[in-house]
């Protein structure tokens, strides 16, 4: 410790490579004098680095290399044994024996006698020769030498276990050697595979049978145990009755002890002795003796005779043994047997259970299915019916609660799907439904059984879930018969599993409601007769309610009307009770209350309509007391009957209090405050004595007035602590009351306690019989707080459960845990949390109500105590320190343990609230005197034996110093390292360990850097204790520092780790210590795994710095490589932790092939945690890349991981890797995904054995009418449920979860390849798709036709996805055909069951959807052939038209309101579809327009019924409690607000949508609708639809009536921000916009869309929509802004009226220029320039982009044109500034310009029609802007200069061309402009360009003398400039073209000057252009022959005669052409066929 840093660097330094680097076979030698020449403490370090490489070496041989380097292998494995100093450890002997198995499991096995004779020898020598270290070794080498190759040694076996038994004498004083020696005999024993020989096993035998019963190790009885085992299993001379009765008696023994470990070896060896003797036809044979001469013995040389075991008797039974042959009851009743003897403690009570647990689980599945009546009926007559338990309440508890973890957990998981319903069949039939008895020959149950029977069916029903719902009627039918039993345990668990099954089934909701209510108000009317029965009236009012609890969430079944009534009769009982006798009346108060309590869980909206009601009723059952009332004139009876009162009001509070949160205002918090304070001083005023003897005192006469009160308490410090949670801004002011906080102190702290059983209690509290407050077992625990279990915590106020990591949750972990517990739940302790409760919990099971009190005092003290004053504080803490350190309670240890526990756990929770982490108002508790108080308490509890105290006291103290700051927190640490130095206590010294790290841990890195290098100095010396107590806290203590600390524990991080690599090689931190006590203390202790943790708290520390420090790398690869290789669960665990965390930070040092198959063999393991741990860690490296890892694996994982999720259908981590490996794969191979969505769903249950007794048959098949259904289910290979043999669970399905959660993924691979498909076109999923569509529709076929309604609504779906993505797509082999046409009647037949009777709404529905889908995609286009489906739509349609409360749909029928909105929204959207769809596939107009008048008005009315939802959810609100005439639906509006607004909000946009491409084919009928005006149908009209005859817009002032709706919706809509996927989002949008885009046209909206606050709020939506939102949503918002421009009344004012004065501006003008701002918002945000923010989108690259540029410039110009012709220039400037922006920007040249160009082009004609004074300067002004774009294009600066110059000529042109009145000749800019053209003329690159911008502007008759002077000269003069001659051509069209356009007095001089130029071009050119000049001189000869004759006499001699040449050539060229054209066509065959 001197110098850690080189401590653990050391041994790195020479430490081979990491696990996975081979490496040379020298390197492997030990190099002994190196070792020796090392400080001793790191030579263990040395070795462990160098056997751990050795082992992974060997390991990773092939058998070849294994075969050549045995020899060199054994000799330095010898020499590791033979080592003196340092001498092997556990690890090395480990080590060692891996490298022996390696060697002799793989190559030649040529060692293996003489490796097994060096043992032997190490082993025979004398003491005095060989160290015990070395024949340790040397035994546990053997041990592994014959497991790996004990079939090749087998006659060298007795030798073998002659040394090993000889090995006992001198092992005598070291128990870890005799553990060794055992463990050694046994792997003997396996090994050999062939019976071992009978003396030898007889030998070992009786050894290990005589260790288990008296050993005084734990460890030598525990290895004992597993050698007893191996006798068993691997022998069969034990196989006898008499043998198996003297190892009961050893085991039995066994089972008593204290350790768990020790039991858990004890049940595993009994388990396999009843396994192995199991026959389905026992045996009872007698075994004939058989006398075997006695053989003399060879000696071998040197052997004494002396050492020969002496043996007094032979070993074979003297007496006649029976065979070992035993059926399962006969199993069951040895162990039921030995579980109900009165000698038996519940640690072997709990060990016997366990042993019921391995041994079904060992028998299979297949027995436990076929026997699971015979074990029910045992666990319930044998066990819970057995006499012994009557009169021990604490023995019945745990009993039933082991029967339900045996029944329940593990035999209720076991099943399969099949068997679990078999079961519930069974329990029912054959338990429950004997109550009450109806046949004399079958006894009524009694009530354990009963109770029992009915909580195995709640589980059953839980794992089922849905899948009940075939038999759920029988479930109900029995439930309700048991809920009227006597038995107040049998009515709760009654009660319980109703509920259960509604939440399964929510069918059963209503008619289970109605049953109970029914009998409730049968059984009130009875009370007053003699027929009377209290006890059924309250058993089935406490079945209602908890039906009604689960109404919430399930509100499609509920109904209303059915609450109301319920509440009715409640109200009525508790104003009619008064009347009755007492008894009579708490009987109906009980029942009203309770009825209330269940009536809460349906949340704010209902209650808050009787909230003012309800104070009322809680305020008169809660009254204050008078001050003058003196409880001593009342009774026993009557305060009993005042206590059950409140009691039960107080729980219909605590039920309001948990689910109505939202309505607890500061007013109500006050007053129930009060109501609180009432009740606790009607408490305090009770008589000291509240028992009574005399029961007509009683009330009850199982329950005193203590009882009573007791409850009393219970339930109003539970309502006082919700109170405190729930109100926060009532928290405050409720906890400053005084009353209430010494009463929770009183409680769980006071000395004064009153035992339920005073005579046991004290007999228990004896100083001489108390051992620990966890072992009281009398289900009381002297007051002590069930919310601490060992390590573990649950919060008091919230109840969640803090686990420690070393505490288990697996089932055996669970049973040791309750046999450790002194108080067991129970479900009838507190019938209201079967109401309260929002799930049926089978775990967290009520305590009895004084432990309750307890708890929930504690949960009061710590949330009040915070909140208190200081003075108050003080005192109360003042108070809590005078009870725990009175001097009453040293009489009393049982008391004092308890009260210790309470405050513990009281300060730990009041510290939680301190910082924050608990309750909703933080408190504070640092004034300096409550600290004092706190600090003297927490030393004392830190210092308490109770490691349970001690933990919570230390986290306590750690949140004490984080609240308090550093001058406490110093004063701390200093004051608990002087404790640790003084006192030598270890339970003291792991106490301030633990409170060190505590501290540290809260503090957080960087506040407790300063105390750091004290703490983990302190903690490193303690951890080297040899105490296991103190060295196992202190390690768990540094690894919470390493893991708080981060980063900053950096610096220790070397020292640390080579601390806890010598700590793992030593002796003295592990269970084989040589000394019997620590040994035995290390046993139970899981120090190794504490050292794990401390290493993966390190990798943590280090993070990815890990890849660059290589010694402390390889360090703890080497040390996790160790830890791997450990049996160990708890360091399994951290193992796989250290792994996991290795693969973030160093993966390419961790081998990962390796790890991935750890976890695939870990995920099979035997071990529930560590099975999940690995399904886990597999998650973490499948979300990176699922593909590789199923690559690495070995085959099988896949399969492995989908049994998982049938084995647990709600493991998240399984779904999470499936869901994770879709997202990576699925778009890129769906076949793969479609393939194996289709395996799960018809892949049968993989099963070990196979029993020909088959289960009968309870799956009914498919509901299908089709004849084709049943062909295609089964020529197709459907999954089919029913078939031919009788499906049992051998032959069974999946769980339907486990196939629901493969069509989901099926579902979601279609939906992304859908949303792929409308991204891009021809993707290559739609196209696999496509081709596996066959195998998609029989799979969705086949889960439509399930028995479970999810499957069948998923399989709809799919139908639904293949529908829209493949209605319209053409058959690829036949063309005519569309490719679904050949699905078309599995598809029809699919959607039959929907509609069947037992369908639900839910499907109904989704079934509506896929029938609109499948009608609107053409599959089928004849109306005669849509068949029923359309039928049924039709009659749907006409059903819920009608308000009736009986619309049907199909078969389905009584439908509550709820589900009738469902469906009828659905119907009605369905219709819309149609109606939208219409507008593409014409046929369908013939299927909707006879329903149009019908349709409309329904439409319209569901829309303001959404809408009255959407904005006026609170109504219900202010109308108070319902009237007797008043409707409930109305009334309770606001309860089924959130249930209806799904359906409306699925709907409503369909239905707008329809309404809107109504209004566009401009439908009379629909705007009478819109108006609200009578629905008569016209007379003219196609179909009875007639059409509105106008022409134009048709405008009105005033809107339709619908308008504000349909308005206000898609406004709400579009406003609020949606949570769904934006590619969703951003298409709702776009379709809401669509459909108001038609909505606002004036003939709907009118004037209202102007009203300044509508127009206002609309416009900052707009604007919101553009800056957001995608293009295809812009495009739309500009053409409503467009519309809403151009119907603006202002618009129409300037077209329609002429003013006087010119034009006036209106007030509202100011919208039309927002309108217009809004659409060149948009363009500014496409066109670079336009705007300082940067552009959304490049339109480069974006057709999209480019499309709304032209249409938004489209609409800017038509808005224009109805702009004031008074503002309208200004809107002009901003268009021309825009379109020269355009023409000057490098992305626009490509596409946007060119197609904006007409556009300016229009707008240039609308200016120039209407010509404003300014318009001359703006054209000018534009021109020369466009000339200054022109002038820096021709610079060539960027790629799109040379389009920008083109583009710009053109811009020019047009605007010149366009306007040429405004540009006269003698204008500069024209004439600049004409030079510009001149230039670009000269230019290869743009002269074509310029020829047509001179041509267009020449025939426009401007500036005509500047172009012909330019063109004659461009074309008569010759230019050096390639490329020209197009455009002289072009030139010289123009000039001929124009000449005719000259006047006739300048038509001559004009023509000679072009005639002239063409001939000099002609003459210069040569004879290639004559041809066209000939062209050109005919062309102006034609236009005007006579000035043609008198130019030509005006030419030039020489010119004349070139005229003359160039027509005489054409002419003769044109004669050359006529020949040719006349000649005969001939063929000519092509020859050169080579090339």
């Not at 070395?134 to 087998?154: N, Q, V, Y």
């Not at 019963?213 to 069969?236: D, F, I, P, W, Y």
């Not at 107080?650 to 304070?677: H, K, V």
């Not at 005006?1573 to 179909?1583: I, L």
Request: glycine fraction near 4%; charged fraction near 20%; charge should be negative.
């Amino acid at each position: 410790m001197a110098e850690p840093e080189a401590e653990a660097e050391a041994p790195a330094t020479i430490a081979p490579a990491p696990l996975g680097h081979p490496q040379t076979e020298s390197a492997w030698e030990l190099d002994v004098t190196r070792l020796h020449s090392l400080p001793s403490e790191q030579q263990e370090l040395y070795l462990l680095s160098f056997t751990a490489g050795l082992a992974t070496h060997v390991e990773s041989l092939s058998a070849d290399g294994a075969t050549s380097e045995q020899t060199t292998l054994k000799k330095e494995l010898f020499k590791v044994i033979n080592l003196s100093s340092p001498q092997p450890t556990r690890v090395i002997r480990n080590n060692a024996g891996r490298c022996f198995s390696a060697v002799l499991s793989k190559g030649s096995r040529k060692i293996l006698y003489e490796s097994i004779h060096d043992c032997v020898d190490i082993l025979n020598a004398p003491v005095k020769d060989k160290d015990l270290r070395a024949k340790h070794a040397a035994t546990h080498c053997l041990g592994a030498i014959f497991e790996a190759a004990g079939d090749s040694a087998m006659s060298l076996s007795p030798l073998a276990c002659t040394a090993l038994l000889k090995q006992f004498k001198p092992a005598a004083n070291d128990p870890g050697y005799r553990s060794a020696i055992y463990r050694a005999l046994g792997r003997v024993v396996k090994g050999i595979v062939a019976a071992i020989d009978e003396e030898s096993g007889r030998n070992i035998w009786k050894l290990a049978r005589n260790a288990v019963a008296g050993e005084r190790s734990l460890l030598v009885q525990a290895s004992a145990c597993k050698c007893l085992e191996q006798l068993v299993n691997h022998t069969t001379y034990f196989d006898n009755s008499n043998d198996f009765e003297k190892l009961q008696t050893a085991i039995w023994k066994a089972m008593e002890s204290s350790s768990i470990a020790l039991r858990r070896a004890a049940v595993s060896c009994l388990s396999a002795v009843l396994v192995k003797a199991h026959s389905e036809s026992p045996n009872k044979e007698a075994i004939p003796r058989i006398k075997k001469p006695k053989k003399a013995k060879k000696r071998t040389p040197g052997e004494e005779a002396d050492e020969e075991i002496e043996r007094t008797s032979s070993p074979v039974p003297e007496k006649p043994a029976t065979s070992l042959s035993l059926s399962l009851a006969e199993i069951m009743r040895i162990l039921s047997m030995q579980y109900m003897r009165s000698t038996t403690t519940h640690r072997a009570r709990g060990a016997v259970i366990n042993a019921y647990i391995r041994i079904f689980r060992s028998l299979g599945e297949s027995i436990v299915e076929q026997h699971y009546g015979d074990i029910a009926r045992h666990l319930f007559v044998d066990i819970l019916s057995h006499p012994g338990l009557a009169f021990n309440r604490y023995r019945q508890l745990a009993s039933r609660k082991y029967v339900r973890i045996i029944l329940e957990r593990v035999i209720g998981r076991m099943l399969g799907e099949t068997a679990q319903l078999n079961a519930s069949r069974f329990l029912l039939n054959e338990i429950i439904k004997d109550y009450p008895q109806a046949i004399k020959e079958r006894p009524e149950p009694t009530k354990q059984t009963l109770t029992a029977a009915v909580s195995a069916l709640t589980s059953l029903i839980q794992y089922l879930d849905a899948g009940v719902g075939t038999i759920a009627e029988l479930y109900r039918e029995g439930l309700l018969q048991v809920l009227q039993h006597p038995s107040f345990v049998v009515q709760i668990h009654a009660a319980r599993a109703l509920k259960a099954l509604v939440l399964a089934v929510p069918q059963q909701l209503l008619p289970s409601v109605t049953i109970c209510m029914n009998s409730v108000s049968r059984e009130l009317n009875l009370l007053n007769t003699q027929r009377q029965s209290p006890k059924r009236c309250i058993g089935y009012a406490h079945g209602l309610s908890a039906v009604l609890s689960a109404s919430s969430r399930h509100p499609l079944y509920g109904a209303v009307d059915v609450y109301a009534r319920v509440l009715e009769q409640a109200t009525n009982l508790l104003k009619s009770s008064s009347s009755s006798d007492l008894r009579i009346s708490g009987c109906q108060l009980q029942v009203a209350w309770v009825m209330i309590g269940g009536l809460m869980s349906l949340g704010p909206n209902f209650v808050k309509i009787h909230l003012p009601q309800l104070m009322l009723l809680w305020r008169n059952a809660l009254p204050k007391p008078l001050p003058n009332e003196s409880t001593s004139k009342r009774g026993v009876f009557e305060l009993s009957y005042l206590a059950h009162v409140r009691e039960t009001a107080l729980g219909s509070i605590e039920a309001f209090l948990t689910f109505n949160q939202r309505l607890l205002t500061l007013d109500t918090s006050r007053r129930l405050s009060a109501m609180l304070e009432h009740t606790v001083a009607f408490l305090q005023g009770l008589p000291q004595k509240k028992t009574t003897d005399d029961p007509s005192n009683r009330l009850m006469s199982s329950m005193q007035l203590q009882d009573y009160e007791v409850t009393v308490r219970r339930r109003v410090f539970r309502c006082f602590s919700l109170l405190l949670t729930r109100s926060s801004h009532g928290a405050i002011e409720s906890a400053s009351h005084s009353m209430m906080l010494p009463l929770a102190v009183a409680s769980f702290s006071s000395t004064d306690y009153a035992a339920p059983n005073p005579l046991s209690a004290s007999i228990a509290s004896s100083s001489g019989t108390f051992e620990s407050i966890w072992e009281t077992a009398d289900n009381h625990g002297f007051g002590v707080s069930s919310l601490v279990c060992g390590l573990d915590v649950r919060d008091p106020v919230g109840r969640d459960r803090a686990r420690h990591w070393t505490s288990r949750s697996d089932d055996e972990a669970t049973v040791n845990e309750i046999s450790g517990t002194p108080v067991i739940g129970a479900a009838e302790y507190d019938p209201a949390a079967c109401y309260i409760k929002a799930d049926v919990d089978i775990e967290l099971l009520p305590v009895v109500a004084d432990t309750e009190a307890v708890n929930a005092a504690i949960a009061v003290f710590g949330l009040s105590l915070p909140l208190q004053t200081p003075k108050v504080q003080e005192s109360v803490l003042e108070q809590i320190s005078a009870s725990l350190f009175s001097s009453s309670l040293h009489k009393d240890p049982a008391r004092k343990a308890a009260v210790t526990v309470n405050i513990a756990l009281a300060i730990y929770t009041s510290l939680r609230v301190a910082t924050g982490d608990a309750g909703s108002t933080k408190g504070s508790l640092q004034s300096a005197q409550a600290e004092n108080l706190l600090q003297d308490i927490l030393h004392v509890l830190i210092k308490d034996p109770d490691h349970s105290v001690r933990l919570l006291a230390a986290d306590t103290l750690g949140r004490l110093c984080s609240s308090s700051g550093t001058a406490l927190t110093t004063n701390e640490v200093t004051t608990l390292i002087e404790m640790i130095v003084s006192n030598r206590e270890p339970h003291v010294r792991a106490g301030c360990a633990l409170a060190l790290a505590c501290i540290h841990t809260r503090l957080g890195g960087m506040a407790a850097g300063y105390h750091m290098k004290n703490i983990v100095g302190i903690l490193m010396s303690l951890a080297a204790d040899s105490h296991p107590l103190v060295h196992f806290w202190a390690l768990e203590a540094l690894g919470r520092v390493a893991e708080s600390a981060g980063l900053n524990f950096s610096a220790y991080v070397t020292s640390t780790l080579g601390m806890f690599s010598q700590l793992f090689a030593s002796d003295s931190h592990n269970s084989e210590n040589a000394a019997l006590a620590s040994s035995n203390m290390s046993f139970d202790l899981p120090v190794s795994a504490a050292i794990a943790h401390g290493v993966d708290a390190l990798i943590n520390v280090l993070g990815p710095g890990l890849q660059d420090m290589t010694k402390a790398r390889d360090m703890i690869l080497t040390l996790v490589g160790l830890f791997d290789v450990e049996t160990d669960i708890y360091i399994l665990l951290a193992s796989l932790r250290c792994m996991e965390h290795l693969s973030v930070y160093a993966p390419g040092h961790l081998q990962s092939d390796d790890y991935v198959r750890r976890l695939q063999a870990d995920i099979d393991s035997d071990s529930a945690e560590l099975s999940s741990a690995a399904v886990s860690g597999m998650f973490s490296l499948m979300r990176r890349d699922a593909p590789e890892i199923v690559r690495t694996a070995k085959p099988g994982l896949e399969e492995r991981l989908w049994e998982y999720l049938n084995a647990q259908p709600d493991a998240p981590a399984v779904r999470n890797i499936f869901l994770n490996w879709l997202q990576q794969t699925g778009s890129s191979n769906p076949t793969e995904w479609i393939a194996r969505c289709n395996t799960i769903l018809t892949k049968s249950k993989s099963r070990v054995e196979q029993r020909k007794t088959a289960a009968p048959k309870n799956t009914p098949a498919p509901d299908v009418v089709d004849e084709e259904v049943a062909g295609f289910a089964v020529s197709e290979g459907a999954a089919k449920e029913d078939d031919s043999q009788t499906p049992t669970s051998t032959q069974e399905l999946m769980r339907w979860q486990v196939r629901l959660f493969a069509m989901e993924l099926l579902y979601t691979l279609i939906a992304t390849i859908s949303k792929e498909a409308a991204i891009r076109e021809d993707t290559s999923g739609e196209a696999a798709l496509q081709y596996k569509l066959a195998d998609i529709v029989r799979i969705a076929f086949s889960a439509s036709t399930a028995s479970v309604a999810s499957l069948r609504i998923v399989g709809l779906r799919i139908v639904e996805q293949i529908l829209k993505m493949f209605g319209r797509t053409p058959d690829p082999d036949f063309a005519e055909a569309m490719l679904l046409e050949q699905y078309q009647a599995q598809i029809s037949s699919a959607l039959t069951p929907a509609f069947a009777a037992d369908s639900s709404p839910e499907l109904a529905a989704e079934a509506v959807d896929v029938c609109a889908t499948f009608i609107s995609t053409g599959i089928v286009t004849d109306i005669e052939r849509m068949g029923r489906i359309l039928k049924l739509l039709v009659s749907a349609l006409d059903s819920f038209s009608k308000n009736s409360e009986t619309a049907t749909i199909g078969d389905l029928r009584a439908l509550s309101s709820n589900a009738q909105v469902m469906v009828r929204m659905a119907v009605f959207s369905a219709w819309a579809e149609l109606q939208v769809a219409s507008g593409e596939q014409r046929y369908l107009e013939a299927v909707v327009k006879p329903h149009i008048a019908q349709l409309v008005p329904l439409w319209l009315s569901s829309l303001r019924e959404y809408a009255r939802l959407r904005f006026e959810p609170d109504i219900s609100a202010a109308i108070g409690p319902p009237g007797p005439n008043d409707d409930l639906d109305s009334v309770y509006a606001a309860l089924n607000r959130q249930t209806l607004l799904a359906f409306y909000q699925d709907s409503w946009l369909s239905l707008v949508d329809a309404i809107a491409s109504l209004i566009d084919e401009d439908s009379e009928f629909v705007f009478d609708a819109l108006d609200n005006k009578g629905t008569e149908t016209k007379s003219e009209g196609t179909n009875g639809v007639s059409r509105r005859k106008s022409a134009g817009i048709n405008y009105h002032e005033e809107p339709v009536a619908f308008f504000f709706v349909l308005f206000g919706l898609a406004f709400e809509s579009l406003a609020v921000r949606s949570t769904e996927d934006d590619v969703v989002t951003s298409q709702r949008n776009m379709d809401i916009l669509r459909a108001l885009r038609k909505i606002l046209r004036p003939s709907v909206s009118g004037k209202a869309i102007y009203q300044d606050v509508v127009f206002s709020e609309c416009m900052d939506l707009l604007d919101r929509m553009v800056l957001t939102e995608s293009l295809g949503v812009q495009a739309i918002i500009v053409e409503i802004a467009r519309n809403l421009c151009i119907t603006h009344p202002s618009s129409r004012q300037s077209s329609e009226a002429a003013l006087v004065n010119g034009e006036s501006l209106s007030d509202d003008i100011e919208q039309l220029f927002e309108l217009t701002r809004i659409i060149v918002l948009v363009i500014s945000g496409l066109v670079p320039g336009l705007s300082d923010n940067p552009v959304s989108v490049r339109l480069e690259s974006s057709d999209e982009a480019i499309a709304l540029v032209r249409t938004s410039m489209q609409a800017l110009v038509e808005v224009s044109e109805v702009f004031p012709s008074i503002i309208r220039t200004d809107l002009h400037a901003t268009i021309l500034h825009i379109f020269v922006t355009i023409c000057g920007t490098g992305s626009c040249q490509a596409a946007v310009v060119p197609q904006t160009l007409p556009i300016f082009r229009r707008f240039i004609v609308s200016i120039v029609a209407d010509i404003q004074p300014e318009t001359h300067n703006q054209l000018l002004n534009t021109l020369k802007r466009l000339q200054l774009v022109l002038r820096n294009a021709q610079r060539r600066e960027t790629e799109a200069s040379l389009a920008c110059e083109k583009n710009t000529l053109l811009a020019c042109t047009v605007l010149i061309s366009t306007a040429p009145e405004v540009f006269a000749e003698t204008e500069a800019s024209v004439i600049k402009f004409v030079e510009d053209l001149s230039e670009c003329l000269e230019s290869r690159m743009t002269s074509r360009v310029a020829a047509g911008c001179i041509r267009t502007l020449l025939m426009a008759n401007i500036a005509p003398r500047h172009f012909i002077t330019n063109a004659m000269g461009f074309l008569s003069t010759p230019s050096e400039v390639e490329g020209l001659e197009e455009s002289r051509t072009l030139v010289a069209q123009t000039l001929t073209a124009y000449i005719p356009r000259v006047t006739i007095k300048a038509r001559l001089p004009a023509l000679v000057v072009v005639l002239s130029a063409l001939l000099q071009r002609a003459e210069q050119g040569g004879l290639s252009l004559h041809q066209e000049t000939a062209s050109r001189i005919l062309d102006l000869a034609t236009a005007d022959n006579a000035s043609f004759r008198s130019g030509i006499n005006a030419l030039p001699s020489e010119q004349r005669s070139l005229l003359e040449r160039i027509l005489k050539a054409r002419a003769g060229s044109q004669v050359r052409h006529d020949a040719v054209d006349d000649a005969e066509p001939t063929i000519a065959l092509k020859m050169n066929f080579g090339g």
